[in-house]
């Protein structure tokens, strides 16, 4: 009796979760195919994308500059002990590319415009908006979701770019003001040691 009621509540705790599961994967599959038809509303597609680059780009950009300050203020000291003053600019250039710089702007834009995105569609399917859309005929997918994914998938690693060059303006700052360490010396540093393919990889 125990172990029936203990399987019974483990279905009813996953069964929520692997619905939202199969339909996130249901709806990723349905903007894929709509994509590769070629079925996009420009003018849908410019609008989002000017909410998530532009919108987004001054959060983006503090977040980075603060974030290349601290890294730079925790490695510089312990590098100048130990005579690498000269690699402090390529560390910090590699950690933004590879972890830091990514992975902090995608938190930014999920939090901000992603968040936004999903109430906004929740409030047309609660209003009834969504079902007066299929009623003319017009495929919710598409006019909704798919313009918003592509302008996601466009302003991302463009806003990447941008946390990039200020993280490594943040750091370069705080290198030279507190540290000693020239501009010259940091970027020498970061040419050195930053590839192309860091880069690509980055976005």
């Not at 601290?70 to 402090?88: D, P």
């Not at 006019?143 to 990447?160: D, E, F, G, S």
Request: aromatic share 8%.
């Amino acid at each position: 009796m125990a172990r029936t009621q203990t399987r019974t509540r483990r279905k009813i705790e996953f069964n929520p979760w692997s619905r939202r599961l199969w339909a996130a994967i249901l709806l990723g599959g349905q903007v894929l195919v709509h994509v590769l038809q070629g079925k996009l509303h420009r003018r849908n597609t410019l609008e989002q994308m000017a909410i998530v680059g532009p919108e987004s780009l001054l959060v983006a950009l503090l977040t980075a500059t603060f974030v290349g300050m601290v890294f730079t203020i925790q490695v510089a000291r312990e590098f100048i002990s130990f005579g690498l003053a000269n690699t402090v600019g390529g560390v910090l250039a590699l950690a933004l590319t590879r972890e830091l710089g990514p992975v902090l702007t995608a938190v930014i834009l999920t939090g901000r415009v992603c968040s936004a995105f999903a109430a906004e569609i929740g409030t047309m399917r609660v209003t009834e908006q969504i079902d007066a859309l299929q009623m003319l005929s017009t495929d919710p997918v598409d006019y909704l979701v798919v313009p918003r994914v592509i302008a996601c998938c466009i302003m991302l690693p463009v806003l990447t770019m941008f946390s990039l060059l200020a993280g490594l303006g943040g750091g370069m700052a705080v290198a030279s003001a507190l540290y000693g360490i020239p501009t010259g010396v940091f970027l020498d540093s970061v040419q050195a040691f930053l590839g192309f393919w860091d880069i690509a990889n980055a976005c």
